[in-house]
């Protein structure tokens, strides 16, 4: 069975970087695209970016462009997202989830990592 | 980008009654490339519908989904207990892809 375990939660003060990352198994790690989808305490969910792990391109909503890069290591089936110059605003609870290459919607999400930016 | 608005926010049912749920696109969503997914607190989302209106593997017939272009709706035809939680749209068929609000689902 497909399962995608998250790393824990993490808190960090306004400025600095925090990298998630999401351990998969049970299907081809390469063969479906990884997104990462987040959602602030009380708030919809806002869609950051997918990388291809198959050869590692990405695919970034301009929001986050500059501030977040998502990369891969297929010799452990994990993917990893780090955003950088971190806000408030950014307390959330991130979401790493795969996707078809071609219909992009998720049936199934890691557990999710709460991020908390606090000074 | 693509905008979903969903209504009502809240509704307030008992169970066995029917609920209907609209999502709103401010253009055109491609190839009616829209999700549901239903969300319980503490946990993470569940998908229920893709395509517009195609179930998602294991999810029961009370769900349906259904619309094209920019307005579709979710119905759950008979409420059970468990199905009182937020329900969100979602379009993947143009990027960024983008998510509806939510409408919650009381108990009355």
């Known amino acids: 069975q497909v399962q995608l375990v998250q790393s824990g939660a993490e808190v960090k003060k306004p400025g600095a970087s925090v990298k998630v990352s999401c351990k998969a198994s049970g299907y081809t790690f390469t063969g479906y695209y990884m997104h990462w989808v987040r959602q602030a305490p009380g708030q919809g969910h806002e869609w950051m970016g997918f990388i291809n792990p198959k050869n590692g391109v990405t695919d970034y909503a301009q929001k986050f462009q500059g501030r977040v890069t998502m990369t891969r290591d297929t010799s452990i089936s994990t993917a990893y997202m780090e955003l950088s110059r971190l806000r408030s605003d950014d307390t959330a609870v991130y979401y790493c989830v795969p996707s078809g290459n071609w219909a992009y919607y998720f049936d199934y999400w890691g557990q999710g990592t709460l991020v908390t930016v606090s000074s | 980008e693509i905008v979903l608005t969903q209504s009502p926010g809240t509704v307030s049912l008992s169970p066995g009654e029917r609920a209907t749920l609209s999502c709103r696109a401010s253009?055109?969503?491609?190839?009616?490339?829209l999700a549901w997914y239903q969300q319980k607190p503490g946990q993470a989302p569940r998908l229920l519908i893709y395509?517009?209106?195609s179930r998602a593997a294991g999810v029961p017939d009370r769900f349906s989904g259904s619309g094209s272009g920019t307005d579709f709706s979710l119905t759950i035809s008979r409420l059970e207990p468990e199905d009182f939680a937020v329900y969100y749209c979602?379009?993947?068929?143009?990027?960024?892809?983008?998510f509806g609000g939510g409408t919650k689902v009381e108990i009355k």
């Open positions: 395509g517009a209106s």
């Open positions: 979602q379009q993947y068929g143009t990027s960024p892809l983008t």
């Open positions: 253009q055109s969503v491609s190839s009616s490339d």
